[in-house]
């Protein structure tokens, strides 16, 4: 079982950052692809970026890609996302979550689920 805490939501403006942190806890962090998604009032749950096992490799949805960044921690049991740029559409609580199955982008795929942070983008 892995339990997932979710940290760094908040309000900014457009154009501004934010760093996202999710930590885990639980065996064998390293043996699970790391995952963020959001999902606006109203919408469906929207893919954003995931990271391999070992951080090595990641993938991004196209509607954050060249501002975004996913990276993670091993030995910390964390993983972050890094918003740049900012815009009023990413506006929406996102989730960190955790999947055994390998490059996956799916919400269906993911086995665990952080609660969400709230992240408010105005104009």
């Known amino acids: 079982q892995v339990q997932l805490v979710e940290s760094g939501g908040g309000l900014v403006q457009a154009g501004g950052s934010l760093r996202l942190s999710c930590a885990a806890s639980g065996p064998s962090f390293s043996n699970y692809d790391m995952g963020w998604f959001r999902q606006a009032l109203g919408k469906e749950r929207e893919f954003v970026a995931r990271?391999?096992?070992?951080?090595?490799?990641?993938y991004y949805g196209d509607s954050v890609k060249g501002r975004f960044t996913i990276s993670r921690d091993n030995a910390k049991h964390t993983v972050s996302l890094q918003m740049n740029r900012l815009k009023p559409e990413d506006t929406a609580v996102y989730h960190c979550a955790a999947a055994r199955r390998y490059g996956v982008a799916s919400p269906y795929e993911y086995d665990y689920w952080g609660q969400g942070t709230q992240v408010t983008v105005s104009s």
């Open positions: 990271i391999n096992r070992s951080g090595s490799s990641s």
